[in-house]
């Protein structure tokens, strides 16, 4: 029963992800910029509020590498927190990498970049969470 106000919750805010495609939260929620020529995919922007914390998410698809991708973000990241090494599984060369920003005690940045390799395109999804204090 209470997961399911949980879940409720989440579906129903001013925030939450709408099926028209339509935006419910602006770019600058990330605290970092969008890849330069990334495109939004559709229907992937959605913001999560439960009880413990409210999550921000959205993917983008881009031609480039996901190394050129990573190392972009590495250093945006490092502008807003204190990057965190995430490199398990995550190394350059692989098509997966991850950066991580821890932007404060209760903020991260968590941003995956993965290519497919059937045509090439790099998916970029970014994840803003705020874990909420008791």
């Known amino acids: 029963m209470e997961a399911d106000k949980t879940r409720e919750k989440s579906m129903t805010g001013p925030d939450a992800a709408s099926t028209s495609g339509e935006k419910k939260f602006e770019d600058d929620v990330f605290k970092v910029p969008i ?16 009880d413990a914390s409210k999550s921000y998410n959205c993917t983008f698809q881009s031609s480039d590498d996901p190394d050129k991708i990573a190392d972009f973000y590495k250093t945006e990241a490092a502008k807003v927190g ?5 490199s398990v599984g995550s190394k350059p060369g692989t098509g997966f990498r991850v950066v991580a920003a821890d932007v404060t005690d209760n903020e991260k940045l968590q941003i995956q970049i993965m290519k497919n390799p059937k045509d090439g395109i790099s998916a970029i ?9 008791k």
């Open 82 to 86: 204190k990057v965190v090494d995430l």
């Open 125 to 133: 999804s970014m994840h803003y969470i705020i874990t909420k204090k």
């Open 35 to 50: 890849y330069a020529g990334a495109k939004e995919m559709p229907y992937t922007r959605l913001m999560m509020d439960t």
